[in-house]
């Protein structure tokens, strides 16, 4: 498939990876309505999603799409993180060999969690672009279908499949705030959500610390920013200077653009605990931090935040709770 996907592509994608999917719920918060004169705000829970992220939407999406002899030569990618969790899991579900590529320094976590599902993990230089390298030569060497984490218009429409889900519970939504790295996950829901209710309201939420897409937007092509660690570290990387679908989905979609700062992140993640009793990763607690910080005017609005995955290591989750416990500045 190479052309923009579109809402029949999304409906597509819903019938084939129903079975390896979790329909997410959709939780009330009176209280973030209340604080923010919203009429709703709900959140819709990808954290509990199969493997820990929606990525999972997007990857079945393309993996399942495969021809058998594509199917036959198996898949390959070079994320870290969520994805890699995705497409191991899918590869592993039907059967087919996958092969994540790794650079040196990625968290030995990651690496067991990886391989746990099944894939073949190969771990070679000390950069990201040096993974990106050996993911290239494999690729060639061994004949391995790419699956790219964002720039493919069957992982677009697969992540647009959280779109559908929620205007079938709230029809009436009127704005959504999705958190942007790639920017397959709002490309994807604002191309179905456009689609079915042309009036919704869509926000991207990007890092103060790496804000890729958005310095691409602003320059109207791809760029490369700085990147600084951050605690929303599936929300770090670029777009790809070969970019061919997101960024130009984005400039054509996005009604809304959020920045983020760290702390805003923080209290975000520990208000999901606090008030909801829910563990989410970094990435996953930007739209309920911008929303706390009165960052957007939702007055009287019915709101739904995603909150994007779960993957976030033990310690670190139990330092931030624990700081944020002990600041006094529990809500
Ligand atoms: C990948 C990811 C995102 C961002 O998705 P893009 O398609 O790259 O914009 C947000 N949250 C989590 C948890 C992710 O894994």
Do not use: W
């Not at 990876?17 to 004169?37: F, M, N, R, V, Y």
């Amino acid at each position: 498939m190479t052309h923009t996907p579109t809402l029949h592509d999304v409906y597509r994608a819903r019938a084939l990876i129903e079975p390896l999917i979790l329909q997410t719920p959709l939780l009330a918060s009176a209280d973030l309505a209340e604080k923010t004169g919203a009429q709703t705000v709900h959140l819709k829970l990808e954290c509990l999603q199969n493997t820990g992220a929606f990525k999972i939407r997007g990857a079945a999406n393309k993996i399942l799409s495969l021809g058998d002899e594509e199917k036959k030569k198996g898949v390959i990618t070079f994320s870290t993180g969520n994805h890699g969790k995705a497409v191991a899991y899918v590869a592993g579900k039907i059967g087919i060999r996958a092969v994540v590529c790794l650079s040196e320094h990625v968290a030995p976590y990651r690496v067991a969690a990886i391989r746990k599902l099944g894939a073949e993990v190969s771990v070679k230089g000390h950069s990201q672009d040096e993974a990106e390298k050996n993911y290239q030569d494999l690729t060639a060497a061994e004949g391995l279908v790419p699956v790219v984490p964002f720039d493919d218009p069957l992982i677009i429409a697969g992540q647009g499949t959280i779109a559908l889900e929620i205007l079938a519970t709230l029809p009436d939504t009127d704005v959504l705030l999705i958190p942007i790295s790639g920017g397959g996950l709002l490309s994807g829901i604002a191309v179905a959500a456009k689609s079915i209710n042309p009036g919704i309201h869509i926000v991207g939420i990007s890092l103060e610390q790496s804000p890729a897409m958005l310095e691409s937007l602003k320059a109207g092509r791809p760029v490369q920013v700085e990147e600084k660690d951050s605690i929303a570290d599936s929300l770090l990387g670029g777009i790809g200077f070969d970019n061919r679908y997101t960024f130009a989905m984005l400039e054509k979609f996005t009604d809304e653009h959020l920045l983020i700062s760290e702390n805003e992140i923080k209290d975000g993640l520990f208000y999901v605990f606090d008030k909801h009793r829910l563990v989410v990763e970094g990435a996953a607690a930007v739209g309920v931090g911008a929303l706390m910080h009165q960052k957007i005017d939702v007055k009287g609005k019915r709101v739904v935040a995603l909150l994007s995955g779960s993957s976030i290591d033990s310690g670190d989750y139990i330092r931030i709770i624990q700081s944020r416990f002990s600041n006094g500045s529990k809500q």
